[in-house]
């Protein structure tokens, strides 16, 4: 069971609230899971997918370990431009596609 990490910004309180039952907030809208499973990730991400898509307001991130990924993370974002982590000579980067 991997690592999850939602980043929020500007959204509203409902956010929190529903991401502190199954996550911990370790600073301001930063919050982890050290051992959240793929069903839970996926679920919590679809609530949040609907809230957003709903209220359009601020943006969120969602990391999470994937040994089949470059770099072993996965990201997925709402709010803001999808991103792909890639691999430029060792060194990992973060691609807006």
Known sequence: MPLTVIVTRDVEARYRGFLTSAMLEVSPGVY????????????????????????????????????????HLRIETLGEPPKNIVDADGVLLVKRK
């Not at 991400?45 to 969120?60: I, K, N, P, Y």
């Open 32 to 71: 982890v899971a050290p051992d959240m499973t793929k069903g839970v990730r996926e679920r919590v991400w679809a609530v949040m997918r609907d809230w957003h898509l709903t209220l359009g307001r601020g943006s969120l991130t969602l990391l999470w370990r994937d040994k089949s990924a470059v770099g």
